[in-house]
């Protein structure tokens, strides 16, 4: 069973257009929630953690927030250089740092 | 800024061949990993690995795996018998420990076996 879906598949935005991106989870307990952007053939590049409902994280354009079932990725004016696929992930139950990651929210932004 | 390096970046192997994929985490993390992604997939867990030896392997891990830190630098992780569904970009990662998620991965390795 899935424990991270992410929505929606593909998103294409205008610049300027902003617009959230989803990820719901099914974990109970939650050990922290990750948000990751990851460039065609390259490897996820860490972006926030959130760790409890009502948490927020911002970091240029990006703002990622947290409630106890869902978490968003809020983009705020994206410019072409956001493009990527966005990724979050949660930890596994025991080791440090095994992640499941939902498939991702493949985000192109047009000039 | 300190980066995971990974070698080759492309390898093309026959079906039943050992491939070995290299890895330079960075210098003062103390966790290794490797996670794979076959095309159009999710990023997989394969294993972790810490104070030189296996922390915890997925289901995906079998004994045709394996991984080597063999000497203060470099992290491998060995396939001895190649099958078709091993293809896939293989990413090696680390991370310092103090923070759960925040891993840092290399550029990965595409892996294509014929």
């Known amino acids: 069973e899935d424990q991270v879906t992410q929505s929606p598949e593909a998103l294409r935005l205008q610049e300027g257009e902003s617009s959230s991106l989803n990820c719901s989870y099914t974990v109970s307990g939650l050990r922290g929630l990750f948000w990751y952007r990851q460039d065609p053939g390259k490897g996820p590049e860490f972006l926030f953690t959130l760790y409890s409902a009502g948490e927020e994280k911002e970091k240029e354009r990006l703002k990622a927030t947290l409630t106890k079932k869902e978490s968003f990725l809020h983009i705020t004016a994206p410019k072409p250089e956001d493009s990527a696929t966005y990724l979050c992930a949660v930890p596994g139950l025991s080791t440090l740092g095994r992640l499941y990651f939902g498939r991702g929210t493949q985000l192109t932004v047009w000039p | 800024e300190p980066e995971v390096t990974q070698t080759p970046s492309h390898q093309v192997t026959q079906m039943g061949q050992e491939v070995i994929l290299r890895c330079v985490p960075i210098s003062n993390h103390l966790y290794f990993y490797w996670y794979r992604q076959i095309l159009g997939q999710k990023v997989e867990f394969l294993v972790s690995?810490?104070?030189?030896?296996?922390?915890?392997k997925s289901e995906i891990f079998d004994d045709q795996f394996s991984v080597e830190r063999p000497d203060g630098s470099n992290f491998t992780l060995k396939i001895r018998s190649t099958k078709l569904e091993d293809s896939a970009m293989y990413f090696c990662?680390?991370?310092?420990?103090?923070?759960?998620?925040?891993?840092?991965f290399g550029e990965g390795s595409r892996l294509t076996v014929l």
């Open positions: 990662a680390s991370s310092s420990g103090t923070n759960t998620g925040e891993l840092f």
């Open positions: 690995f810490y104070n030189n030896e296996i922390s915890e």
